[in-house]
């Protein structure tokens, strides 16, 4: 495979592809999926034989376009013409819309900034690329990237650019992604592996899974890259079993690039050998950290050990080991494809490029968005996402999952980095990014919360095993409006305890979710103990409960 | 390394055959164990002490690590499902929509808690940590199908056809 055969590969794809006079593009992701766009495609297509239209109109299924609480989204090519809430019923009067005048009362309007205020990146190919065709993804101008990487440019200059872009993991710590990639490079070992971790277990975060499931060939070219970089011959893609559309993607993408001489011995006729497999987690939440997440592919419990030494020097079976989140990977072709400088000049000072997060909770569009770094929460929530329905009022948003915190209304204005989030006391974490109005309760989640990592806590050390469930019992007596001060100055103590000598980044982080909503919301904490009521009418305090 | 020799598997049944595949394709080495808990799972729907050992003495490692990775994962189930599964999504976004309320219905319609099957066999309920349909909050899946939006009125008159259908 060289240049040449890539860019017969694209002709070829297009000139099939321009067979068509209109091809109809259906958003196939989970929200979609649950709101009947299954349903449209077939209406759809028997629509289109009835007519006896099949050859001049295609129909397929496509990735997430982001807005899902419009969904089932669609679009019409040419013309980008993109439709929202779209019913069964409806594909009568879209046929007869094709080539004339769009349907109004459907019509999504991608003006709004929802759109206009994101910068897509990782996700520059809004859903609308075949994800189970190789050819569709090679004619947007895939693995161009990794054949000039692979011919033009040694694995020290890869990282270099890696490094000069600035890229940060983006499962959450924010680790410089070159500074990684040269660790693994310079770690000395017969052989070595990288990892892509598809483990996204935070509640309220699904940007991964789309990724997965919509550009199995983008995080593809992404793995080929950083294997080349560091020296790696194996690799593997470890994804949640909960994400079983994003495995069958992952499986058939790898078998096309088998086929297509991108895997294997000896790539495009080079030394640079790459396998690459899939294992799948099994629920545990705690396999998202990676020496867990090693124990698991390795077909043991999926407890962490102590770091170091780190995986990049001693990871799978004991070899020097790459592993990067989804979307990390993800940004490695853009990156590589539009040069450092290019990256640099998206983002903020502290942190480069763009995130993904996943919107959603109290707020009129939920669904998946992708912003420049820096962007102020205000923007993102009232803004991109329209603000929250109802006439509500806006308390806080949650962000970082289960090691996250809550932002109030006084924050909104900071700008959205690693380093901003992490001052008032949570993550940018994977990308969940949760809205809350005055119908949630502060204590209340935090209780949610603790009851999240009591449960996936692995029981390896006992902090995190024992202190998980000391707080999480203290939470429920507040919520129960039993409590005292004393419990509260105790919680307060198990939280610095706790953080201070968990093992991994579960206990460490368990004790955020209340030690933010403590700094944020204390007021609330008060009124549960003192004066025995729930502000926002959550918790059910027992004197005050009135049986209906 | 040599490889442990081939156990005989320990019925007829010729479902056997896609677990001892699975190992067969691992090279029945250890690190193939969660992937043929998962293969075993899907072909039995669940995993008995029968297949447990079986794919402990096929794989060369003790029983007790086998039972200890197969109880340390959730997805892995130790005793037979019901008919229809019923699974309550409790991420963030569903808990703040509502999820509690859903999940008490559910709980009271059925006579179960999470984790539990009807004593007729006909329903599971199992609760998800997020399935990511966050957009469309709270969300329940009935044997597959994905249910946005939920409420718990809606949600009791799925599972009341369930219930009251004979098997």
Redesign the interface.
């Given at each position: 495979m060289n240049l040449e055969d890539l860019h017969a590969l694209a002709e070829q794809y297009h000139r099939e592809q321009a067979q068509y006079e209109h091809r109809i593009v259906v958003c196939m992701g989970?929200?979609c999926?649950?709101?009947q766009s299954e349903q449209v495609i077939t209406a759809l297509d028997s629509e289109l034989k009835a007519r006896g239209l099949e050859k001049q109109c295609a129909v397929r299924a496509g990735g997430c376009r982001g807005l899902?609480?419009a969904?089932p989204l669609i679009t019409v090519e040419p013309g980008q013409t993109t439709y929202q809430g779209v019913k069964p019923d409806d594909a009568p009067a879209l046929i007869d819309s094709l080539g004339g005048e769009p349907i109004e009362r459907l019509l999504c309007d991608t003006t709004m900034p929802f759109f206009t205020r994101q910068k897509r990146v990782v996700l520059e190919y809004n859903g609308l690329i075949d994800a189970e065709r190789i050819d569709s993804y090679i004619e947007v101008g895939g693995f161009e990237t990794f054949l000039n990487v692979l011919t033009q440019m040694t694995p020290n200059e890869v990282i270099n650019a890696i490094q000069r872009s600035g890229l940060r993991g983006r499962g959450g710590a924010g680790y410089s992604t070159g500074l990684k990639w040269n660790t693994v490079a310079k770690a000395v070992g017969p052989r070595k592996y990288v990892i892509c971790n598809g483990d996204?277990?935070?509640?309220?975060?699904?940007m991964d899974?789309s990724v997965m499931e919509d550009y199995p060939y983008r995080l593809l070219e992404g793995m080929l890259i950083a294997a080349y970089a560091v020296g790696a011959s194996e690799g593997y893609f470890y994804v949640r079993?909960?994400?079983p559309l994003a495995v069958k993607r992952l499986r058939h993408a790898i078998k096309q690039a088998e086929k297509a001489g991108f895997l294997g011995n000896n790539i495009c006729d080079t030394s640079f050998s790459l396998k690459l497999e899939i294992?799948?987690?099994?629920?545990?939440?705690v396999c998202g950290e990676e020496t867990a997440l090693i124990a698991?592919?390795?077909?043991?419990?999926?407890t962490p050990r102590p770091r170091p030494p780190y995986p990049a020097e001693s990871g799978l079976w004991g070899s020097p080991t790459l592993i990067n989140n989804v979307e990390t990977l993800a940004n490695v072709t853009p990156i590589l494809r539009e040069g450092s400088d290019w990256y640099l000049s998206i983002g903020n000072e502290r942190s480069r490029g763009t995130k993904v997060f996943?919107l959603?909770?109290?707020v009129q569009n939920?669904?998946l968005i992708e912003v420049p770094m820096g962007m102020t929460l205000r923007e993102i929530v009232f803004e991109v996402g329209g603000g929250v329905p109802d006439g509500k009022r806006f308390k806080a948003v949650?962000t970082g999952?289960p090691s996250g915190g809550c932002i109030p209304e006084q924050y909104l204005d900071i700008a959205v980095d690693y380093e901003s989030l992490r001052q008032l006391g949570t993550y940018i974490g994977s990308g969940?990014m949760?809205v809350?109005d005055e119908?949630?309760c502060m204590v209340d989640?935090a209780k949610?919360?603790m009851d999240?990592c009591m449960s996936?806590s692995?029981g390896k050390c006992v902090p995190c095993r024992v202190g998980t469930a000391q707080m999480h019992g203290l939470l429920v007596k507040i919520t129960r409006g039993e409590a005292t001060l004393d419990d509260l100055a105790l919680l307060e103590d198990l939280c610095e305890m706790v953080k201070a000598t968990s093992l991994c980044g579960l206990g460490q982080g368990a004790p955020n979710p209340v030690q933010s909503t403590l700094r944020h919301f204390r007021d609330e904490y008060l009124a549960h103990i003192v004066d025995k009521t729930c502000p926002a009418g959550v918790c059910k305090i027992h004197h005050r409960e009135v049986t209906p | 390394m040599q490889a442990p020799p081939v156990i005989a598997p320990p019925t007829e049944d010729k479902r056997w055959r896609i677990v001892a595949a699975m190992m067969r394709k691992h090279g029945f080495k250890p690190q193939a164990l969660i992937e043929t808990l998962h293969s075993a799972q899907e072909v039995f729907g669940y995993l008995d002490d029968e297949t447990l050992r079986y794919v402990a003495q096929s794989l060369a490692i003790p029983s007790s690590r086998v039972y200890g990775v197969a109880t340390f994962y959730n997805l892995f189930m130790l005793k037979p499902q019901g008919v229809h599964t019923c699974v309550v999504c409790l991420g963030t976004a569903c808990y703040i929509k509502g999820a509690p309320d859903i999940l008490t219905a559910v709980e009271g319609v059925t006579g179960i808690h999470k984790g539990e099957t009807t004593p007729d066999k006909q329903v599971s309920l199992l609760v998800a940590r997020c399935l990511g349909t966050c957009g469309l909050a709270p969300a329940v899946v009935f044997d597959g199908e994905v249910e946005g939006k939920a409420d718990p009125d809606t949600v009791m008159t799925h599972l009341k056809e369930w219930l009251t259908h004979e098997p």
């Open positions: 989970t929200a999926q649950s709101a899902c609480a969904g996204e277990g935070d509640p309220g975060a699904f899974r079993a909960e994400y294992r799948l987690g099994a629920g545990a939440f698991s592919i390795e077909g043991k419990r999926g996943a959603s909770g109290r939920t669904g949650q999952g969940g949760i809350m119908t949630s989640v949610y919360f999240f996936e692995c | -």
